[in-house]
């Protein structure tokens, strides 16, 4: 059986706002033409594509984050709250902060 419309939209909610509060993630992305999300009714939560077997995470990494480590996160926490196995994709990485180099710093 497959969980309702409204258990899976909070699930969706509450797996991009946790992914949204760990270090080093700036935000949700939707991939290059739009396609990743889980649609529902009238809307649809960017970034995160849930399934009954398997969920994916696309994000925009903050500048300096590292990679690996955030990666590890992200699939940790969506996972705990899933139950699937996650695939995460950065999408990109944010622009350095103001004055900051092309090495960082």
């Known amino acids: 059986m497959s969980p309702q ?5 909070t699930l969706a ?3 991009r706002e ?4 760990l270090d080093g993630v700036a935000d949700t992305h939707s ?3 739009g396609e990743v999300a889980t649609y529902l009714p009238g ?4 970034g995160v594509r849930l399934r009954a077997d398997r969920s ?16 590890d996160a992200i699939r940790a ?3 705990s709250m899933t139950g699937t196995e996650v695939d995460v994709v950065i999408q990109d ?5 103001d004055g900051a180099g092309v090495d960082g710093r």
Do not use: C, Q, S
């Open 5 to 9: 419309p409204d258990t899976i939209a």
């Open 56 to 71: 994916e995470v696309h994000v925009v990494l903050r500048w300096g984050a590292p990679v690996g480590p955030t990666a």
């Open 13 to 15: 909610d509450r797996v």
């Open 31 to 33: 991939g290059t033409f």
């Open 18 to 21: 946790a992914v949204l509060l």
């Open 43 to 46: 809307r649809r939560v960017d």
């Open 77 to 79: 926490v969506t996972a």
């Open 93 to 97: 990485i944010g622009a350095p902060p």
